[in-house]
């Protein structure tokens, strides 16, 4: 089992995930952040520090977003780790609770 970053994330991409996380596993890219399955060493720690609630454990998955499976392991072999918190983009407030958003992923 790993973590997984979901949908809720995208245009959001706040990074206070990334302060706590042992390993730095996760990478970012334009507008989202994912999680390197192989990587994870499942500590929980990043799952309640995300402010959108974007951070599942892959068998906790809300329906609807298992894809996020896929796209966290294929782009975290393309994008460049993260570990240190960034600012948020400045619209990420307007974008925290809107759904529908893969479409806006870019990769």
């Known amino acids: 089992m790993t973590f997984v970053v ?3 994330c995208i245009k959001c991409k706040y990074t206070d995930c990334v302060d706590v996380c042992p390993v730095d596993c996760f990478h970012e890219g334009p507008n989202f952040l994912v999680i390197d399955p192989d990587e994870c060493i499942d500590c929980t720690l990043c ?3 995300c402010p959108v609630e974007a951070i599942y454990s892959e068998d906790e998955l809300p329906e609807g977003q298992e ?3 896929k796209l ?4 975290s072999q393309t994008w460049p780790v993260i570990s240190d ?3 948020a983009p400045e619209d990420a407030d307007e974008w925290a609770n809107k759904s529908g958003k893969l479409d806006l992923l870019e990769q």
């Open 6 to 8: 979901t949908e809720a």
């Open 47 to 49: 799952e309640p520090e």
């Open 67 to 69: 894809a996020f499976i």
């Open 72 to 75: 966290n392991a294929e782009l």
């Open 85 to 87: 918190v960034k600012p």
